[in-house]
């Protein structure tokens, strides 16, 4: 244990649920990609078959929206818009320069990661109506083949579109030291809050005693 006390930022069963959803948004995006590029078709055997990957495919996706479905609701509240996010917008040369010596008043997520958490919930419900569309074994004889044209051309670019920004989403965590240990064991020491989400630290440190909180208890 460092010298810091830490707090916990990602409770259990929401980090359960995000990296179950990694590994499934995986498969489903791997085997997508084989079929929107002919050259990457061999990728459709991340299912063991190519019939296989055609016929899991759907459900996987379906999973992946149960899972964002419940992390929308855990996290919404962390990520609607506030004033300060103006602060953080205003200063993101300085935040990309790795430069934390102002004050951003950052609340649990900043105003990028903000961004980016609407971005996927978007794509991810598109890429689920479409999907519903074109998904021959259930709805596709339901819908004339104008309709199924438009649907598949539509979730193919949302699925490259979220897949961009998981890209972007997995190079940050990568990038802000500390964020990746912060979503494997669900705590982050007081330095790093403080740095990162001054604000959020402020409203956890404010709390008062730990064992009375829920996410944001320290150890």
């Known amino acids: 244990m460092k010298k810091d006390r830490e707090i916990l930022r990602t ?42 990957a055609r016929l899991l495919h759907p459900f996987f996706g379906v999973v992946v929206f149960v899972a964002l479905v419940y992390l929308f609701v855990r996290f919404v509240k962390y990520n609607l818009f506030a004033k300060e996010d103006r602060i953080w917008a205003e200063n993101v040369k300085s935040v990309l320069a790795g430069d934390h010596s102002k004050p951003l008043r950052i609340g649990k997520y900043n105003a990028g990661q903000k961004v980016l958490f609407w971005g996927i919930m978007s794509l991810i419900s598109l890429l689920l109506i479409t999907g519903l569309v074109i998904w021959r074994a259930y709805f596709a004889h339901l819908f004339p083949i104008p309709v199924l044209r438009v649907a598949l051309l539509l979730h193919a670019v949302a699925g490259i579109g979220l897949m961009l920004l998981i890209l972007g989403h997995i190079y940050l965590a990568f990038w802000v030291k500390g964020s990746i240990r912060g979503m494997v064991t669900g705590y982050v020491s007081h330095a790093w809050a403080k740095a990162h989400h001054d604000r959020w630290h402020e409203e956890i440190s404010a709390k008062g005693k730990p064992t009375k909180a829920k996410a944001g208890r320290t150890r």
């Open 11 to 52: 409770p259990l069963p929401d980090r359960l649920c995000h990296w179950a959803m990694v590994v499934c948004f995986f498969l489903v995006a791997l085997s997508g990609l084989s079929w929107v590029f002919p050259s990457l078709n061999w990728l459709n055997n991340v299912f063991g078959t190519p019939q296989m």
